[in-house]
């Protein structure tokens, strides 16, 4: 098999590149199931069965936060969390490219690739 040269890495880095730059809104976090009261006195909630709902966690300083995600919003949400982890994932392939790209460059400056 050849080995890899720092042209084709470096064209492998532009296109992941390119892709982040189709970049949609996004948001961090986890959307998480909860079962809630409503505080109405004379709801079904107070005695029994819990009404259904999503919360978005997130760490800030070390604490964890919530906001409630409203139901017609949902879909909106989970899109926006699903394009943060394309984000995230791109960032760490550029990443290893970058890394790549330095190892080969000292390999091939040390004379041990031609």
């Known amino acids: 098999m050849k080995p890899i040269s720092i042209i084709e890495l470096r064209a492998q880095r532009q296109q992941?590149?390119?892709?982040?730059?189709?970049v949609q809104p996004f948001i961090a976090g986890s959307l998480v199931?909860?079962?809630i009261r409503c505080d109405k006195p004379s709801c079904h909630c107070?005695?029994?069965?819990r009404h259904e709902a999503v919360i978005?966690?997130?760490?800030?300083?070390g604490r964890?936060?919530?906001?409630?995600?409203?139901?017609?919003?949902?879909?909106?949400?989970e899109a926006w969390q699903?394009?943060?982890?394309?984000?995230?994932?791109l960032m760490r392939e550029i990443s290893a490219l970058g890394e790549k790209i330095?190892?080969?460059?000292?390999r091939?400056?040390?004379g041990k690739i031609r």
């Open 56 to 61: 978005l966690t997130k760490k800030v300083k």
């Open 82 to 89: 699903e394009e943060h982890k394309r984000i995230k994932k």
């Open 64 to 77: 964890s936060t919530s906001i409630h995600v409203p139901q017609a919003m949902l879909a909106e949400v």
């Open 16 to 22: 992941k590149l390119l892709e982040l730059a189709k």
């Open 46 to 49: 107070v005695d029994g069965e």
């Open 102 to 106: 330095i190892r080969l460059h000292v």
């Open 108 to 110: 091939t400056a040390r």
């Open 33 to 35: 199931p909860v079962r």
